[in-house]
């Protein structure tokens, strides 16, 4: 396995992104730990097609690739030491996650680079970056094609 894999959990740095969707009860929010090396954005195909939710990830696995491969590549090209990808599935949509150890001021490197950004951008239904106490942490919401499920969200009293 080319990948560390990390700790699974239904929560993770990712909860800021769609708190208004459930997650998914069947495949819990994976993680791996990548080197810094040009190798790792095939390590993150790999990675998403393994460990993709197989129920509500399948028509979006290509499109989740890409986003991961590039989301990944632009951590390496940027010098990060420190990266870890994750995927969590809110059965609508996938959370892909890359936490690096940048600081949030990460311009485009090159024209390739402006090119990832903005196909990132392009593939994604919403994305952002914020900060983490070490770095950054960049998000990608993909659309699965399966109808979102509105998170249960108690009643006061
Ligand atoms: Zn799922």
Request: hydrophobic share 40%; with cysteine; net charge negative.
């Amino acid at each position: 396995m080319p990948y560390q894999l990390g700790k699974t959990s239904t929560r993770g740095k990712d909860d800021v992104v769609g708190p208004f969707l459930a997650t998914c009860e069947l495949t819990p929010r994976r993680t791996c730990r990548l080197p810094p090396t040009l190798l790792s954005p095939g390590d993150a195909r790999t990675f998403v097609e393994a460990e993709l939710c197989p129920e509500h990830g399948r028509a979006a696995v290509n499109a989740v690739q890409l986003v991961a491969s590039e989301m990944v590549t632009h951590a390496v090209v940027h010098g990060s030491q420190e990266i870890e990808l994750a995927l969590a599935c809110r059965v609508g949509e996938i959370v892909v996650t890359v936490t690096d150890d940048q600081v949030l001021d990460s311009a485009p490197v090159d024209a390739t680079d402006v090119l990832r950004l903005a196909l990132v951008a392009k593939i994604g239904r919403a994305t952002g970056v914020e900060p983490t106490p070490d770095g950054e942490v960049w998000w990608c919401t993909v659309p699965t094609g399966v109808a979102p499920v509105p998170r249960q969200i108690p009643r006061p009293d």
